[in-house]
C-alpha cells in the first residue's frame, strides 16, 4: 500500500486543528485569534 503524502496546505490546516484542540478554548476563539474562518477550520477537523 503505498502512504499517502500530505500537501503543505494539508499540513498546514493539521496544525491549526492540533493547535485549537489544545489551545483550552473553543474553536471559534482559536479562529477568530488566527484570522480563519471558522466554518474552514470544523472542515478540515472532520477529514
Known amino acids: 500500500m ?3 503524502t ?3 496546505k494539508q ?3 493539521l ?3 492540533k493547535a485549537a484542540d489544545k489551545s ?3 474553536i471559534a ?3 477568530q485569534i488566527h484570522g480563519l474562518r471558522l466554518k474552514t477550520l470544523y ?3 472532520a477529514s
Open 2 to 4: 503505498l502512504a499517502k
Open 6 to 8: 500530505m500537501t503543505a
Open 11 to 13: 499540513r498546514m490546516w
Open 15 to 17: 496544525g491549526h486543528v
Open 24 to 26: 483550552g478554548g473553543s
Open 29 to 31: 476563539e482559536y479562529a
Open 43 to 45: 472542515q478540515r477537523k
